[in-house]
């Protein structure tokens, strides 16, 4: 049983650990996740904090009922801060409600395999040391503190500067409203639904987390369920830009295969286990075409992303599930402007139509056919329904192949535009006897993930062999590339580039591209690209004279890259292998490729036309938002 001042000092030690604790996570949050720009706020904000924890809070700490209650609020908060910071990790951005309702992942069991074995560090147990030293020291357990006189550091160690309780509140109002106009101010005096709209960093800034959750979840709940359709006006600078080559080499007529890979690396290309190829094929088709090196994925919501991107040549925005939110027929696209050639246009998916809402995203997009999942049977290699992920890309490739050459046989020519799906994380869904075996590799993910991207490789060979054979790629322009990176971060392998950071920021998907023709002889380019500027470079080597308004790419044949874009919430800018973020009007750099450090600076001007792109970007694609955001549209 212990004494009134043995408890009182513990619960001392209590009161420490309970305001350090939310202090620390909250500040994390703002800074390394939510990414706000103005310090000045976030400290006036801290002060806050400090005074109502110790007028109003710390003195009830004495009651073992409101201990408990404390308990499971900061048990709230740290599932909070834990599910943002897992999110941050793996997406860059925050888990925004969008995220919670709208997210589809590939099953339960997938996303707990992908938890514990791409996003889980031992580290992260660190999150919740408060709350295990809480609870061991007794924290809910302590019975009630009996005392004569009234408890806490500011009744005690501050009694010679009483603060009444209208006096607190008086001076907690005062620094509530000293730090909302401050970052007002900061911000550029924008109203609650502008700041959201140029970026959820910009409102927790001036008005806190749960102002922007609230506000978030008023809009999620309140948007139309009809989808709108944008207005593509007030296109931004990129229109004054020369965004086609004029390198036309390809005959009239040349069919086109886009093909989109889940998951594959460029450091998976020419990357040997212990002398074994992971990708023969791959390797072999990269030494027979245009491989761009420093090709990067657009991905900030999901694998749709790649899909918007490269279909259309425009930037994704984060918190914008486009398939599923907006009226895509006013967009012009790839699909589109070659069905205007008298082009078949064909897409392939071996996962289920509805997924990412596709069955309803691609006809908008001017594709003529949608094989999916329910088109394919599993003949050569079936897998157990219980461990397989839509139809396994073996199968897949084989029967597309076949209605390709079918197309083939018409007068058109055709755009078939097809994207894998057996190599999706974790990695565990290929056919178990139809892959090469890396026994010598220990990490069980990176086992998975050779053998994955291994059965693909074998596909692709497949599929291109039998074109070969029928005659189709005679007169065919082949592109294969990818989503995104396998996210694996390992001793044994890691998929992304070598980047210094001094900033809490997500590093850019670094991808392959292949552009195959015969009439295209092997070449490596170093020039910068993204996934936007794919559909540029095909209509340009198609010959074509000009670009839609809408499309932001360029031609990848271009000598001048500009520099890329990635709208997570916080926008991220690279540029000859510098990163830098966007906040307010700034561009400030928060890291390089390692061994490629430069100094470089951008004009106001340049910054401008960026701010533009951002701006048009973020009025296409989030405008299915709430009745409160009616003034800004």
């Known amino acids: 049983m212990l004494s009134n001042f043995e408890l009182e000092r ?28 103005s310090l000045t706020a976030l400290i006036i904000r801290n002060l806050f904090f400090a005074i109502f924890y110790l007028k109003f809070i710390e003195p009830l700490l004495i009651s073992k009922k409101i201990r408990q209650r404390l308990f499971f609020m900061l048990f709230f908060f740290s599932f909070f801060f834990v599910a943002n910071y897992w999110y941050n990790q793996y997406f860059g951005n925050f888990l925004s409600v969008s995220d919670i309702f709208s997210g589809e992942g590939t099953g339960d069991f997938s996303m707990y395999q992908v938890l514990f074995t791409q996003i889980f560090r031992f580290r992260d147990i660190v999150i919740i040391l408060d709350m295990a030293l809480l609870g061991l020291w007794g924290f ?64 927790a800034s001036v008005y806190g987390i749960l102002p922007l959750y609230t506000i978030e979840a008023y809009s999620y709940f309140t948007r139309e369920e009809e989808k709108p359709r944008p207005e593509l006006k007030n296109v931004p600078y990129y229109r004054k830009q020369t965004q086609l080559s004029g390198i036309k080499t390809l005959p009239e007529n040349t069919n086109v295969i886009l093909i989109q890979v889940e998951s594959l690396d460029a450091a998976i290309i020419d990357y040997r286990q212990q002398g074994k190829e992971v990708t023969p094929f791959l390797n072999q088709l990269k030494e027979q075409s245009y491989y761009f090196e420093n090709f990067y994925a657009q991905k900030v919501n999901g694998s749709f992303d790649a899909d918007l991107s490269t279909l259309t040549s425009l930037y994704p925005v984060n918190r914008s599930y486009v398939f599923r939110d907006i009226d895509l027929s006013a967009f012009l696209s790839l699909p589109l402007l070659l069905k205007e050639k008298n082009y078949q246009t064909l897409a392939f998916h071996n996962n289920d139509r509805n997924f990412f809402n596709r069955a309803e995203a691609y006809p908008d997009l001017g594709f003529d ?199 997570h919430e916080t926008p991220h800018v690279l540029k000859d292998g510098q990163l830098f973020i966007k906040e307010l009007d700034e561009l400030i750099k928060v890291g390089h490729l390692t061994d490629q450090e430069k100094e470089l600076s951008f004009s106001d001007q340049k910054i401008e036309e960026l701010t533009e792109i951002i701006n048009y970007m973020r009025d296409l694609f989030i405008i299915n938002q709430g009745e409160i955001f009616r003034e800004v549209e």
């Open 10 to 37: 513990r619960l001392r030690y209590f009161s420490l650990i309970l305001f350090f604790s939310f202090i620390i996570k909250y500040n994390y949050l703002m800074l390394q996740i939510f990414y706000a720009p």
């Open 140 to 203: 809910n357990s302590l019975p009630d503190l009996k005392l004569t006189y009234d408890w806490g550091f500011c009744k005690k160690s501050l009694s010679r500067l009483p603060l009444k309780n209208t006096t607190a509140f008086a001076l907690i109002f005062v620094l509530l409203l000293v730090q909302v106009v401050a970052g007002s101010y900061i911000m550029g005096g924008e109203s609650p639904s502008e700041l959201y709209q140029s970026g959820t960093s910009y409102l």
């Open 369 to 567: 056919y949608f094989y999916s999942q329910r088109t394919f049977e599993e003949e050569i290699y079936p897998v157990p329904e219980d461990r397989g992920l839509g139809v396994n890309d073996y199968d897949f490739f084989n029967s597309a192949a076949e209605i390709i050459k079918e197309a083939e046989q018409r007068e058109e020519p055709f755009f078939a535009y097809l994207i894998s799906l057996t190599s999706h994380t974790p990695f565990n869904f290929y056919p178990k006897t139809a892959v090469e075996d890396f026994a010598e590799v220990n990490n069980n993910l990176v086992h998975n993930y050779f053998k994955s991207i291994n059965f693909l490789d074998s596909s692709l060979e497949n599929f291109v062999s039998k074109l070969e054979a029928a005659g189709v790629m005679e007169n065919t322009l082949l592109v294969i590339y990818s989503d995104h990176e396998s996210e694996i971060k390992t001793m044994e392998y890691e998929s992304g580039r070598d980047f210094t950071l001094w900033r809490n920021v997500k590093i850019p998907y670094h991808i392959p591209l292949f552009i195959k023709h015969p009439q295209l002889e092997n070449k490596f380019f170093e020039r910068e690209g993204t996934t936007t500027d794919i559909a540029p470079t095909v209509l340009d080597l198609l010959g074509f004279k000009e670009l839609p308004e809408q499309f932001v790419g360029r031609s990848l044949f271009l000598e001048q890259n500009d520099p890329i874009l990635f709208l």
